[in-house]
C-alpha cells in the first residue's frame, strides 16, 4: 500500500479532516496498480463522513448564450464562432422544466444564466420563476447567475434560493489563462457573500483544462479552504469555435484519481457528477466513480451538451443500493 494511502486511512477517514495540497498530488500522481485502492479508500471516506445517500439534481438554463465573458471553454461566449447563440426560457417553461426534473427523481433544480451578472431584468426573471416553481412543484430551488453584488447576494436569499453555483473553474494560478474578462479573485469574493448570507456554497470546475497535476491538486486545495456544501466536478467535454475546442479528453483513468484525489482532500463535502462524465468515462467509469468517492449526479442534459438519461442514473443507484437524497414529496 502505498504510504500516501496509509497516511490518508489515519488522517481522513478516520479523522475526517482532508489531505493538504501535497498529500493531493501524492493521490493524483498514484500509478494505476494502486488507483483501486484510492477508490476505495475515497468510498470508504465517503460512506463514513456523508453517508450513503446520492443527491440528484436537475439544471435548466434561464438564459442561453451571448455572455460577454471569454471564458475558453464555454460556447455560450458571445466572442467565439461556437453555435450557441442567446435564447431565454419564458416562465411556463421554466416551471415545467422544474416538475420534469422532480418527476424524474431529482430534489434539487438548478436555474442558470450565461451572463457576467444578473441585471434588474434577470432578477425580476428569477423573482417570478422561482415563484412559480415553489407554488407547483415540490423541489429544492438553486442558482447560477454569475458574479453578484451584495444587494443581490440579499435578493436571492429573500426569495428562497437556497443554493447559489459560483465555479471557481480551476486554480488560482491558471485561470488567466482560461479567462481575461474577469479574476479568479472577483468569484471569489462573490462566494464570500454567498457563504455569509446562509445560502449553501456550490463552487467546482472542469478538470482537463490544459492545467498540470501540479495545479490540479492547487485547485483541489483551494476548493478545501473555501469548503463549499457541494462540489461539482466537469471534465472538459471541447466545444467546437471554442479556444479550448481542440483539447483532447481527459482520459478515464486521471479522470478517476482526480475524483479520489478530491474526496480525500474533501471528506465532508457533496462530490457531484457535472458536464463532461459521459465522454470521459462511458458508463463502466460512472459507476467507478460512485464507488469512489462522487455522492450527487445532475441528471439528464447539462446546459448545452447532451447528458445520461436520468432513467440510467437511476436505475445505476438501485443497484449500487445508494439511497437518493430526499426525494420530492410529490414522487
Keep these: 500500500m502505498p504510504e500516501i494511502l496509509d497516511q490518508a486511512r489515519t488522517r481522513v477517514l478516520e479523522n475526517g ?9 501524492a493521490v493524483l500522481n498514484l500509478p494505476d496498480e494502486h488507483l483501486p485502492a ?3 479508500l475515497a468510498h470508504e471516506v465517503r ?8 443527491e440528484v439534481e436537475g439544471i435548466v438554463s434561464l438564459k442561453t448564450g451571448g455572455c460577454p465573458e471569454d471564458c475558453h471553454f464555454c460556447s455560450q461566449s458571445g466572442l467565439f464562432t461556437s453555435p450557441v447563440r442567446s435564447v431565454w426560457l419564458d416562465i411556463p417553461a421554466l416551471v415545467e422544466a422544474a416538475k420534469q426534473t422532480a418527476a424524474a427523481g431529482a430534489s434539487e433544480f438548478c436555474i442558470v444564466a450565461a451572463v457576467r451578472g444578473p441585471d434588474a431584468r434577470l432578477m425580476k426573471q428569477m423573482r417570478d420563476g422561482v415563484a412559480a416553481i415553489r407554488e407547483a412543484v415540490d423541489i429544492q430551488v438553486a442558482a447560477s447567475l454569475g458574479m453578484l453584488t451584495q444587494e443581490q447576494v440579499d435578493e436571492l436569499v429573500e426569495m428562497g434560493v437556497h443554493r447559489y ?4 473553474e480551476t486554480c488560482r494560478s491558471y485561470f488567466p489563462n482560461v479567462v481575461t474578462t474577469h479574476s479568479w479573485e472577483e468569484r471569489w469574493e462573490t462566494l464570500r457573500m454567498v457563504r455569509e448570507s446562509g445560502m449553501e456554497v456550490c463552487c467546482g470546475g472542469i478538470l482537463g483544462l490544459g492545467e498540470t497535476v501540479e495545479q490540479r491538486a492547487e485547485f483541489a486545495a483551494q476548493l478545501a479552504e473555501l469548503d463549499p456544501h457541494e462540489v461539482p466536478l466537469n471534465f472538459l467535454n471541447p466545444r467546437p469555435g471554442t479556444p479550448l475546442g481542440d483539447r483532447p479528453v481527459v482520459e478515464g483513468k486521471d479522470a478517476l484519481r482526480a475524483i479520489a484525489a478530491f474526496r480525500l482532500a474533501m471528506p465532508r463535502t457533496i462530490l457531484r457528477y457535472a458536464g463532461g462524465r459521459e465522454l470521459t468515462l462511458g458508463d463502466l467509469g460512472t459507476r467507478d466513480g460512485l464507488l469512489g468517492g462522487i455522492n450527487a449526479v445532475i441528471v439528464g442534459n447539462y446546459l448545452t451538451t447532451l447528458g445520461r438519461p436520468a432513467t440510467d442514473d437511476l436505475k445505476l443507484l438501485t443497484e449500487l443500493k445508494m439511497p437518493v437524497k430526499a426525494l420530492s414529496a410529490t414522487l
Design 17 to 25: 479532516v482532508g489531505l493538504d495540497q501535497a498529500g493531493i498530488l
Design 38 to 40: 484510492a477508490l476505495q
Design 47 to 54: 460512506m463514513r463522513w456523508c453517508g450513503p445517500e446520492v
Design 165 to 168: 453555483n459560483h465555479n471557481l
